[in-house]
């Protein structure tokens, strides 16, 4: 084994044209198509977390929002829905919304009762009790009304109000449990769970405007689902959603898709007729082993290591590339590139394999007059 090791290491080095070509080919063809696996993990890998904003203006109402806050896909929800009600014989807007901050555009600073704070907006519940009715007041309104923190505030809804159920036949309180110091944008603000109550699931009580995130593409169609049954269906209803670059992603996991396959069919093809052609090459040498008594099986396997070992440097100087190139791969993409590189090297091998048993199945004097 050492005689045979030392005498394919002679070889490649006085053959080194022929040595480097099949180095040479074992890169590019291993290279090429691990380096498209590689590409296909990293795009799936940027399309499964990538994030859909969807909005949605006048197409879903409150009982549907509900519904949306528990869907597990989705994240970073807005709600926001303005109306009219009469306080103090005058006309104020309110807005319900579940990120003050947000609708005013970052204008605004509110001082809240010891106990809330802005995450009494966030969540949306089925809160319908008279203690959840909280309001967040502007401090404009707030000192003309004369009502502080901790006071309760009556509103009354105008005439035909979707909103006359819960106020009882025409008022509601509520706790003012916040002031608004800053350009509010409306009067009075409330969080969503003020108004989901059974008495509340209403058609007509539908956001303004509502967004979101999808966490990934692949619920696009959950989603779409989910507004066919939850959501409304009024003439002014809009619903968008940013999947642009997702598709232009999902095309180019498509060609990838399409051309991984070829691609490694390619190159076993190419890999096995060139290590064929390259021990064809090599009659004379075998000839020569032959008339000094060496046994085919020898002089076969003599041919195939000198093969294996260039592709196997090859092999390994590809997988330094790949982590060269595109710094640590997660077990997932080594996973698939392994099975591919190491049937290329199959491929080459078997070529080679092929070529030792014809060129050694001939006599000796055939193969002396066998020209390279």
Known sequence: MRHMASYVARHARRSLPRSFFSFALSLLLTGTISQLLVMRHNYAGIYDGMEIRARIIEGIDVKGAYELSMLEYVASLYYENSFTLICNRSFITVVMTNDIDRFSLGEVAVEFLDGYSNASFHEVTRASDQESRICVIDSGLMESLDVGLGETLVVQTMHGSAFDDLTNRGSASFTVVGCAIGNARCDIFVPVSNYLSPLLWSEEMVFDFVECSLLSPHYVDDFTAFLDEWGTTSMLSVITLDTDEAVNI????????????????????????????????????????????????????????????????????????????????????????????????????????????????????ALLHVKE
């Open 250 to 365: 999902s095309r180019m996991l498509n060609l990838l898709g399409g051309l991984i396959p070829f691609a490694l069919a390619t190159t076993i093809l190419i890999g096995g007729l060139v290590s064929f052609f390259i021990v064809m090459h090599r009659n004379s040498e075998a000839s020569i082993m032959r008339s000094l008594g060496t046994t085919k099986m020898r002089v076969r396997t003599v041919l195939i290591v000198e093969q294996a070992m260039l592709h196997l440097c090859g092999l390994l100087c590809t997988a330094g590339l790949l982590f060269a190139i595109n710094g640590s791969l997660p077990l997932e993409t080594i996973a698939s590139v392994a099975p591919l590189a190491a049937l290329q090297f199959a491929s080459c091998v078997a070529g080679a394999a092929t070529c030792s048993v014809i060129i050694t199945r001939r006599a000796v004097l």
